[in-house]
């Protein structure tokens, strides 16, 4: 089967469309959390992805929005862009983020938004994080989103070690034996100084994990962005990929 596999759309639009007509002829679709948050078209950003056969899970920016969690937690932009997504925010839109599990198994996988310890808040950007987080799944593979940061951390059984690399684009990687946890990166708010919107696909016969990159009309969504009064800041960064 092919898969893919995305993460973090954050309510851009443009993007999310970009990247499913990239994607082509797929088996299946996982989306790692955070459908909304920061950008300008949630509800269309909802109802594109439950239009489809798909499996989700939740993010801490869609648990934002629904009142699940305290906004003081976010820095200022991000703040002020879940307050107007909750105003913005249709039923239709609600019931499905709050049906959201935090953390899922698929086909042999795990999927969860942060960590597989701390699904819907904890980021694994350093190899000392994640190596905690190989105790808390059972899977070969977990798959996060979160940081926004295509990464790779391969376990080193009996040892404190715990590998990472950033993944070649449009390589086929061998998934092997190995213990991994995986992420695709962002859709709608890429953070690793490369502003196209990322995802990956597996193919579940070959055993095999691909990074891909998608350019999209960045300027359609940060007018949006600009036409609603989001934080400047959210746009901006839009345009470097941080």
């Known amino acids: 089967m092919r898969i893919a596999i995305?993460?973090?759309?954050?309510?851009?639009?443009?993007?999310?469309?970009?990247?499913?007509?990239?994607?082509?002829?797929?088996?299946?679709?996982?989306?790692?959390?955070?459908?909304?948050?920061?950008?300008?078209?949630?509800?269309?950003?909802?109802?594109?992805?439950?239009?489809?056969?798909?499996?989700?899970?939740?993010?801490?920016?869609?648990w934002a929005v629904l009142?699940?969690?305290?906004?003081?937690?976010?820095?200022?932009?991000?703040?002020?862009?879940?307050?107007?997504?909750?105003?913005?925010?249709?039923?239709?839109?609600?019931?499905?983020?709050?049906?959201?599990?935090?953390?899922?198994e698929v086909e042999g996988y795990t999927l969860a938004h942060g960590s597989p310890r701390?699904?819907?808040?904890?980021?694994?950007?350093?190899?000392?994080?994640?190596?905690?987080?190989?105790?808390?799944?059972?899977?070969?593979?977990?798959?996060?989103?979160h940081t926004h940061m295509p990464i790779l951390f391969q376990d080193v059984p009996d040892s404190a070690r715990c590998e990472s690399l950033r993944p070649l684009e449009d390589e086929p990687?061998?998934?092997?034996?190995?213990?991994?946890?995986?992420?695709?990166?962002?859709?709608?708010?890429?953070?690793d100084g490369d502003p196209r919107a990322a995802y990956c696909l597996l193919d579940t016969e070959a055993r095999t994990v691909t990074w891909r990159r998608v350019p999209y009309d960045i300027a359609v969504t940060q007018d949006k962005m600009r036409a609603v009064r989001l934080p400047r800041r959210n746009l901006e960064r839009l345009s470097v990929g941080w």
Not at 173 to 191: A, F, H, K, T, Y
């Open 118 to 145: 701390s699904p819907i808040w904890e980021y694994l950007i350093y190899p000392n994080v994640a190596k905690v987080s190989f105790a808390h799944f059972d899977t070969q593979i977990c798959w996060v989103g």
């Open 6 to 62: 995305l993460s973090d759309v954050h309510a851009n639009l443009a993007a999310f469309e970009a990247v499913l007509a990239h994607i082509g002829s797929i088996d299946g679709l996982w989306l790692l959390g955070d459908v909304v948050g920061y950008g300008p078209d949630p509800n269309e950003c909802v109802a594109l992805l439950a239009a489809r056969p798909h499996v989700a899970i939740a993010g801490n920016h869609d």
């Open 173 to 191: 990687m061998p998934l092997g034996d190995d213990r991994l946890i995986l992420n695709p990166g962002s859709v709608g708010q890429p953070r």
């Open 67 to 104: 009142g699940k969690l305290d906004l003081v937690e976010f820095n200022t932009d991000a703040r002020r862009a879940n307050e107007w997504t909750r105003k913005q925010l249709d039923a239709a839109s609600f019931d499905y983020l709050e049906a959201l599990p935090e953390k899922t």
